[in-house]
């Protein structure tokens, strides 16, 4: 299993700013990934962050936008950039131990309002 | 649609009474599960169903995977006031470790 922290827990931002989010895990891991959920829905995968390269983004969802850094095997971060309204969710990260072992573990979630 | 629709969105019980929520899927999988979310927190993964299970149990809980009509339920017997949450099934989808949340049910237990 593996522990996973993430900092800041809820922030409340203005329109056009940015914000990055760090997502830490007590332990290296193969797979980490950030999503998004809105007010009362489910999560949807933003990307699949990789270490030492660029992240796979999935459809709907763009690096100018959504940034993502992954220099070891323990620690990403997420930039929510030009904020809107729009963006207020809930953006959790979660790891994977790889293959084998399907299941994922979270973080708590940084819960972003943006005004 | 989503790969993962559940049923019902909200389920409200009394202490003590089991719950069961169902997800439907649409592609072939090698496994589903079930995680639980308390009230816009991470999610925690319950339990783990491969394709060539038909029915797991947990404690409290038991996860039923009928892959010929891509369904899945999960049953929460003798439900208490901590089990209010959020549940939702996820299906591994695109290869590797990614996965596809369903839609999600909200139960409340009351006591």
């Known amino acids: 299993s593996a522990v996973i922290s993430q900092k800041p827990s809820r922030d409340i931002c203005q329109r056009g700013t940015s914000l990055t989010i760090q997502c830490q895990v007590d332990s290296q891991v193969t797979m980490m990934f950030w999503y998004r959920q809105q007010p009362g829905q489910s999560l949807t995968l933003i990307a699949t962050?990789?270490?030492?390269?660029?992240?796979?983004?999935e459809s709907g969802f763009v690096i100018d936008k959504f940034p993502i850094s992954r220099p070891n095997l323990t620690f990403s971060t997420l930039t929510v950039s030009n904020m809107s309204p729009e963006d207020s969710s809930i953006y959790l990260c979660?790891?994977?131990?790889?293959?084998?072992?399907?299941?994922?573990?979270f973080g708590p979630g940084t819960r972003l309002t943006v005004l | 649609s989503q790969q993962g629709e559940e049923d019902p969105q909200a389920l409200s019980i009394q202490e003590g009474e089991n719950a069961t929520m169902n997800c439907s899927y649409k592609t072939s999988i090698n496994n589903l599960q079930w995680y639980r979310q308390n009230s816009g927190r991470g999610l925690v993964h319950l339990i783990l169903?491969?394709?060539?299970?038909r029915e797991k149990h947990s404690g409290r809980l038991r996860v039923t995977l009928d892959t010929s009509k891509k369904s899945s339920s999960l049953l929460i017997t003798a439900s208490r006031a901590a089990d209010t949450a959020s549940y939702f099934c996820a299906t591994p989808t695109g290869g590797g470790n990614k996965l596809t949340f369903g839609t999600g049910t909200q139960l409340k237990v009351e006591l």
């Open positions: 169903i491969r394709s060539n299970e």
């Open positions: 979660s790891a994977g131990t790889g293959p084998g072992h399907n299941e994922q573990f």
């Open positions: 962050a990789n270490q030492g390269s660029e992240a796979t983004y």
